[in-house]
């Protein structure tokens, strides 16, 4: 393999250009492929960003000796199906968030990774942002004192449309898995997986969860306050509380550019860590580097850290009583 990665993209919509436009800014990505159900759907996405191969079926695209790396930017409903269909093909997978509809997907989809040694990982970019390597810095070097709690929201009022991929259970539909996936993630970074769990939820007209709030505890009694919403907006600011200080991280936290830190005595301290490529490239360069190196899991979204935050929103989910389609 050259040191060049060579990109497929799965699912031209809209992500997978916001996506595009970060991995054309990290070093060392190009382009080579997209695949779509519809050809003309790729073929634009190819005029857009001079892409070579334009297929109209994701076989196609994989059959493609040229894609060292495959990009899955498709509804949740898919992720599973199409990550085995891209490691069976032999390409390395960077999924979308949520890495699947629960965990039984989701250790399947890891279990075939390591079957072939392909990389495998969540698209959880926030993890990947210089303002988020700079809060794991300063919360493991201990400026804000002894963690003990997190509190995270992302909520915003989305138009209804049951054929959304937002409403329709069918797709795996849900603010959980879309957004609520992030101040999850955050409180995991940061505090581990939860000891338990309570959490209330309002479910919509199609059935999936149109916003919520759940209370978290990890170990050492640490605690987390979470919440997301279709319904309204959110501050979509996120805060750690320490026995020495807090980090603000501040709006939108999970695309963050500034934090602040405030020790409990003296004055705040606001850094500015902007990202590139609207804060893709990150992950991408991430990404990119365990090709290279030969490396199949990443240690800053790992993988059963993927899995244990899917057992969460299950159990999560388990809580309200909703299900997908097939569970
Ligand atoms: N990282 C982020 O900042 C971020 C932001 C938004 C969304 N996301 C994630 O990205 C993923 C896709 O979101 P999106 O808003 O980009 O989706 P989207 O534009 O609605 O759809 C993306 C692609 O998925 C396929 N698709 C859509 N609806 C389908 C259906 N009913 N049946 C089969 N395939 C379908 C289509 O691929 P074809 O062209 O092949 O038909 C479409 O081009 C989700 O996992 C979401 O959570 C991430």
């Given at each position: 393999m050259t040191n060049k990665i060579r990109w497929g993209i799965l699912g031209p919509g809209k992500i997978s250009r916001s996506f595009a436009i970060g991995l054309l800014e990290a070093e060392g990505a190009e382009i080579v492929a997209v695949g779509s159900r519809d050809r003309r759907r790729a073929a634009a996405f190819a005029g857009e960003f001079g892409v070579r191969n334009a297929y109209g079926s994701y076989e196609e695209m994989l059959a493609?000796?040229?894609?060292?790396a495959v990009y899955i930017g498709t509804p949740h409903a898919f992720h599973h199906d199409q990550t085995l269909l891209c490691l069976r093909a032999g390409k390395h997978v960077l999924c979308?968030?949520?890495?699947?509809?629960?965990a039984d997907q989701a250790a399947r989809m890891i279990a075939a990774a390591r079957e072939t040694g392909l990389v495998l990982m969540e698209a959880m970019w926030t993890r990947f942002l210089p303002a988020m390597v700079r809060v794991r810095e300063l919360v493991a070097t201990g400026a804000i004192g002894e963690v003990r709690s997190v509190t995270a929201d992302f909520g915003f009022r989305a138009k209804f449309d049951p054929a959304s991929r937002l409403f329709d259970p069918a797709l795996g539909g849900g603010a959980l898995l879309d957004i609520g996936i992030y101040p999850l993630n955050l409180a995991f970074m940061i505090c581990g997986e939860p000891v338990a769990i309570q959490t209330q939820a309002n479910l919509g007209a199609t059935g999936v969860d149109e916003e919520s709030v759940t209370l978290l505890r990890h170990e050492d009694g640490r605690l987390s306050a979470l919440s997301c919403s279709f319904r309204a907006d959110t501050p979509r600011e996120a805060h750690i509380q320490g026995t020495e200080g807090r980090i603000t991280i501040c709006?939108?936290?999970?695309?963050?550019?500034r934090i602040i830190v405030q020790p409990r005595e003296g004055k705040p301290d606001t850094m500015d860590l902007p990202a590139r490529g609207g804060g893709y490239s990150h992950e991408a360069a991430a990404f990119m580097d365990l090709i290279r190196s030969g490396v199949p899991e990443s240690d800053v979204m790992p993988l059963d850290e993927s899995l244990a935050i899917m057992r969460t929103m299950d159990e999560i989910r388990a809580r309200w009583g909703m299900k997908y389609p097939g569970e």
């Open positions: 493609d000796p040229a894609v060292d979308e968030k949520a890495l699947a509809l629960n709006c939108p936290w999970w695309k963050a550019t």
